[in-house]
C-alpha cells in the first residue's frame, strides 16, 4: 500500500488529453513538499519528468504539465503519443510519528489507444 | 553529463547480506547527495537511503535496521549494503543523483538514475 495513491491506470487515443492523479495526505502532500513526476519506459529506469510540481527539465515536451493544490498532484499530458506509453509515478516527501522518508504512488500504466 | 552504472552479484542467498556499487562518471561525487531506490518485478518504487559525500545519512524507516550506505569519494562511489535478506529483497535497485530544491532535501528529487540492476534473493 503506496502512501501516494495513483489509478493503476489510465488511456487515452492518440491526440487526446490524459491527467493522472496523486493523493496524498497532511503528512505529505498536504504538509506542502513538493510533487515530482517520473516516466518509466518499459524495460528502463525512471526518468524525471516534472520537479517542484509543475517545472519541465530542459528537453521534456510542454505537453507535460503538473498542478498541485491541497493534499493532491496531477500530471497532465496532451496531444498524446505512441511513445508517451509507460509508467508514471509521482514522488514526495512524508513526515510522521513511524518517521520521515521520501516516498513514491504506486504508479500509473498509460496505455496509448 | 553525470552518469550512473550500478554493479555487484545477481544473485544473494537468504540471511546474506547484499552488496551493490555505484560508480559515477562524468562528474565528481562531492558536494551531492546520493541514493538507492529498488522496484521488486512488477511494482513500484521504494527508496532505501541517501548518502551526503561528506558520508552523513538517512535511511528509510522501514529498512533503517538493516541498511548501510557508505562513500568512497577516491573513487567515486557509493555503495549499498542490505543484510539478512529475503525473497522480498528482490528487485531491480538503482542508484540516482538527489537534486536539492532551494537547497532542502526535503524538497529534492532524483536525477539522473542508474540503468538498474536486478538482484535476486533465492537459494
Known amino acids: 500500500q503506496s502512501v501516494l495513491t495513483q489509478p493503476p491506470s489510465v488511456s487515452g487515443a492518440p491526440g487526446q488529453r490524459v491527467t493522472i492523479s496523486c493523493t496524498g495526505s497532511?503528512?505529505?502532500?498536504?504538509?506542502?513538499?513538493?510533487v515530482h513526476w517520473y516516466q518509466q519506459l518499459p524495460g528502463t529506469a525512471p526518468k524525471l519528468l516534472i520537479y517542484?510540481?509543475?517545472n519541465r527539465p530542459s528537453g521534456v515536451p510542454d505537453r507535460f504539465s503538473g498542478s498541485k493544490s491541497g493534499t493532491s498532484a496531477s500530471l497532465a499530458i496532451t496531444g498524446l503519443q505512441a511513445e508517451d506509453e509507460a509508467d508514471y509515478y509521482c514522488q514526495s516527501y512524508d513526515s510522521s510519528l513511524s518517521g520521515s522518508r521520501v516516498v513514491f504512488g504506486g504508479g500509473t500504466k498509460l496505455t496509448v489507444l | 553529463q553525470v552518469q550512473l552504472q550500478e554493479s555487484g552479484p545477481g544473485l544473494v542467498k537468504p540471511s546474506e547480506t547484499l552488496s551493490l556499487t555505484c560508480t559515477v562518471s562524468g562528474g565528481s561525487i562531492s558536494s551531492y547527495y546520493w541514493s538507492w531506490i529498488r522496484q521488486p518485478p512488477g511494482k513500484g518504487l521504494e527508496w532505501i537511503g541517501y548518502?551526503?559525500?561528506?558520508?552523513?545519512?538517512n535511511y528509510n524507516p522501514s529498512l533503517k535496521s538493516r541498511v548501510t550506505i557508505s562513500v568512497d569519494t577516491s573513487k567515486n562511489q557509493f555503495s549499498l549494503k542490505l543484510s539478512s535478506v529475503t525473497a522480498a529483497d528482490t528487485a531491480v535497485y538503482y542508484c540516482?543523483?538527489?537534486?536539492?530544491?532551494?537547497?532542502?532535501?526535503?524538497?529534492?528529487?532524483?536525477?539522473?538514475w542508474g540503468q538498474g540492476t536486478l538482484v535476486t534473493v533465492s537459494s
Open positions: 540516482a543523483r538527489v537534486v536539492l530544491w532551494f537547497g532542502e532535501l526535503l524538497m529534492s528529487w532524483f536525477d539522473p
Open positions: 517542484g510540481n509543475s
Open positions: 497532511s503528512s505529505n502532500i498536504g504538509a506542502g513538499y513538493d
Open positions: 548518502i551526503y559525500y561528506s558520508g552523513s545519512t
